[in-house]
């Protein structure tokens, strides 16, 4: 698996969050597709293709969840390191201690 980059962008962000969205709508209704295949009501195909579909994509759906989760794990990082850069820079006991 590959690293995101030490200043993650918004971008790459986004188009793995939007990448794995799409991927869990197309489980959902291909699984609703089947289900109405095999005879069952929309609704309770939909119900079930709901059901069906949360715990087939924590194992079919792992590596693009891995890329969101290391992409807002580096956004998360790069942020704390903004921030501790800027408090050491406007902290007045910083200066007197150089």
């Known amino acids: 698996m590959t690293e995101p980059r030490a200043t993650p962008s918004f971008a790459n962000w986004m188009g793995s969050l939007w ?3 799409i991927l869990r709508f197309g489980m959902f209704f291909a699984l609703w ?6 005879g069952l009501e929309g609704l309770f195909a939909a119900l079930l293709a709901v059901a069906l579909s949360v715990p087939l ?11 969101v989760a290391l992409q807002i794990e580096a956004r998360v990082n790069a942020a704390r390191a903004n ?7 406007l902290d007045p006991k910083a200066a007197d201690d150089d």
């Open 83 to 89: 921030r501790e850069e800027l408090d050491k820079r």
């Open 19 to 21: 990448g794995y969205t």
């Open 33 to 38: 597709g089947i289900l109405v295949l095999a």
């Open 57 to 67: 994509s924590l194992v079919l759906l792992r590596g693009p969840r891995n890329r």
